[in-house]
C-alpha cells in the first residue's frame, strides 16, 4: 500500500517535539494506509540505544497528540520501536554520522548495471549541488547520487556466535 507524504509529513512535523523532548530522535516515520486502518510505525533512538521505557512513553505521548489531532484519519495502529542492527539512513545527519560502517543500498536506477551495493560507507558531499554518497564495494569506489538512494542501511556483521555492528 502507497505511504501518504502529506500525513506522514504532518505526524513527523507533530511528533518529532515531543519526542525529542524526551532526548530522543526519529529515525523514521511510516504511515501506511491498509486495508481497514493507518499503521503509523515510528523508529526512535538515542545515543546509547533506546530502551523498552523509552518506547512505551514516547508511544503512550505519540498516541493522544494523534488523537486530539485526529491524524490520521480514522482508526490506526501505532508502532514505536528503535530501529534495530540494520538502522536505515534516511536523513542528511545520518550519512554525516555513520561515515566508515557497513551499508546496504538499493538505488532506484541502476547504477554500472547493479541496484544493490553492499560495501564501507566512504563520503558524503556535495558537487554541483548534488549530494553524493560513496561506497567502497570490495576496493571499488562507487558513486551514487544521494536522490537515486531507494533505501540504504546500516549492515551488521555475524561474527562467531553473536552478532556485531559495524559502525
Known amino acids: 500500500m502507497p505511504e501518504s507524504p502529506t500525513y506522514r509529513e504532518r505526524i513527523l512535523e507533530l511528533v518529532e517535539p515531543a ?3 524526551e532526548g530522543l530522535e526519529v529515525v523514521d516515520l511510516e ?3 491498509m ?3 493507518w ?3 515510528i523508529f526512535i533512538d538515542k545515543e546509547g540505544g533506546a530502551s523498552l521505557e523509552d518506547c512505551t512513553a514516547v508511544s503512550h505521548q505519540i498516541g493522544d497528540l494523534l488523537n486530539v489531532h485526529d491524524l490520521p484519519p480514522g482508526p490506526y495502529t501505532l508502532e514505536v520501536s528503535t530501529p534495530g542492527l540494520d538502522r536505515p539512513l534516511t536523513r542528511d545527519k545520518d550519512f ?3 561515515r566508515g560502517a557497513r551499508v546496504r543500498i538499493r538505488t532506484r536506477e541502476p547504477i554500472e548495471g547493479s541496484r544493490n551495493f553492499l560495501g564501507t560507507y566512504v563520503d558524503y558531499s556535495t558537487e554541483g549541488g ?3 554518497v560513496t561506497v567502497d564495494v570490495d576496493g571499488r569506489s562507487v558513486r551514487i547520487d544521494r536522490d537515486n538512494i531507494q533505501k540504504a542501511n546500516l549492515e551488521y556483521e ?3 556466535i ?3 555492528a559495524k559502525g
Open 35 to 37: 486495508k481497514t486502518r
Open 158 to 160: 555475524i561474527t562467531g
Open 39 to 41: 499503521l503509523v510505525r
Open 130 to 132: 548534488r549530494r553524493i
Open 96 to 98: 554525516e554520522k555513520y
Open 31 to 33: 504511515c501506511l494506509r
Open 162 to 164: 553473536g552478532r556485531k
Open 19 to 21: 519526542v525529542e523532548a
